[in-house]
């Protein structure tokens, strides 16, 4: 299969290639789609949360910790952090650490409408200067039955995700709506992160 990254259309024109900060295959598999990737960089940090941020702060500030270090130990390059958060009625859904608590998530989630909160930061190595911002897309969920959450349980596709659910697999038949930046729910809003790009750099448009 031809890299994206060197085909004849580039859709990433004129800006440069992304240092990713994020063992996400998801987010990965999106800047290589639009040729925007350079290369993987993992970073090593514990995530934290205060009781008394909201999502969206949150999204940012964890999306931050993840670029920083990154950006910090290379001298020039365009560093990429992202972190995406679930959130159903304020309340903060993240990766399932049980078969329990994935069907519990998913359960709750049947029938109902949340919203999947998306920070990304931007960090130039050289000039240590950097841009955060965050996306907000609702998800409408249609009911679904107990025997449809077993069966996606036995995927193994939750236990890896925030609110235990991909949108780009096999939950994709649970979203009856979407109202915002579908890729945002993937974990990485492009559009967004085309704004963010240009303003780090200065750019007016694109």
Not at 15 to 33: N, Q, Y
Not at 40 to 47: L, N, T, W, Y
Not at 158 to 165: I, L, Q, R, S, T
């Amino acid at each position: 299969m031809e890299d994206p990254a060197n085909t004849s259309v580039e859709m990433w024109i004129g800006r440069p290639k992304l240092i990713l900060a994020s063992s996400s295959p998801r987010r990965r598999v999106l800047l290589e789609s639009v040729g925007a990737l350079a290369e993987v960089r993992i970073p090593g940090i514990a995530e934290s949360i205060e009781v008394t941020e909201c999502p969206d702060e949150l999204a940012r500030r964890l999306s931050r910790a993840k670029a920083e270090p990154v950006a910090d130990g290379l001298s020039r390059g365009i560093v990429l952090g992202a972190d995406t958060l679930v959130v159903l009625d304020g309340e903060l859904m993240g990766k399932p650490r049980s078969r329990d608590e994935a069907r519990s998530m998913l359960t709750r989630l049947g029938g109902r409408t949340h919203q999947v909160v998306t920070g990304i930061t931007l960090v130039d190595a050289e000039t240590g200067r950097s841009v955060s911002a965050h996306a907000t897309t609702d998800v409408t969920f249609r009911p679904i039955s107990e025997a449809e959450i077993n069966a996606y349980l036995e995927t193994g596709e939750p236990f890896d995700k925030a609110g235990a659910y991909g949108a780009q697999g096999r939950a994709g038949l649970f979203i009856s709506s979407v109202n915002g930046c579908f890729y945002n729910v993937v974990g990485l809003p492009l559009a967004l992160l085309v704004a963010t790009l240009d303003e780090l750099l200065g750019n007016a448009s694109g």
